[in-house]
């Protein structure tokens, strides 16, 4: 998907005979993750959560499972975002089950606010496309950037949760957002 104004290219990662993209993936997964989120759990919380999420078995069963697409940078070909989308079980809300969930939308800190978000996201919404069920993700609630992302996309708040952490340590909310898994642009 060649795109000039950003500098990348989004593919789905590679795991063959020449290119493993599994351990970098993991890295920029967790560093990306560690950017954003390690200033609000504690630092055990932290990594425990870490090293519970990014091995390179569970990356492996990311790309298995779910859809995956990769922000390469065009010069350096290195992985500088990537977003997810799988299974959907929110207990929260009891008719999330058949339906499918964001689970991870990431760009590498020095290359946010440059349209690659957007278009990871965008590129994963027209890729999934089912229109009798829904997206669902969950988003921290001050997380005010991603939040007004995922509305500009259509998803609109229908629900709470609470982020838990293996200490059982008090957190922030999740908002839980979902739109159709229809066309960002419908054709007329
Ligand atoms: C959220 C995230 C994926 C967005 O990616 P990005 O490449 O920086 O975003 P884009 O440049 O594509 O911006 C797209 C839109 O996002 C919104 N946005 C992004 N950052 C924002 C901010 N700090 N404040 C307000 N709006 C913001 C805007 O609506 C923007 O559209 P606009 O440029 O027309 O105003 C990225 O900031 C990120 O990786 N954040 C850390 C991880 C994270 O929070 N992931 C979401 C977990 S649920």
Not at 7 to 36: M, S
Not at 67 to 76: K, M, P, Q, T
Not at 173 to 178: G, Q
Request: one cysteine or more; hydrophobic letters at 40%.
């Amino acid at each position: 998907m060649p795109d000039n104004r950003d500098g990348v290219n989004l593919r789905a990662p590679r795991v063959d005979r020449r290119t493993n993209d599994i351990p970098e993936l993991r890295e920029l997964a967790e560093r990306t993750f560690r950017v954003a989120f390690g200033d609000s759990v504690s630092e055990s919380d932290l990594e425990a959560q870490c090293a519970r999420t990014f091995t390179d078995e569970t990356v492996a069963s990311w790309i298995d499972q779910d859809l995956i697409l990769v922000a390469e940078h065009r010069e350096s070909f290195k992985l500088v975002g990537f977003g997810q989308i799988g299974w959907c079980d929110y207990p929260e809300i009891a008719e999330s089950q058949g339906n499918r969930a964001l689970h991870r939308l990431y760009v590498e800190s020095h290359f946010q606010n440059q349209g690659i978000g957007q278009r990871l996201l965008d590129a994963l919404i027209s890729t999934d496309v089912d229109a009798t069920t829904w997206l669902y993700l969950d988003v921290w609630e001050k997380n005010a950037g991603a939040i007004a992302l995922y509305r500009s996309r259509g998803f609109r708040v229908v629900g709470r949760k609470r982020f838990v952490v293996d200490s059982g340590a008090p957190t922030d909310d999740d908002l839980i957002m979902r739109r159709l898994r229809a066309p960002l642009y419908p054709i007329s």
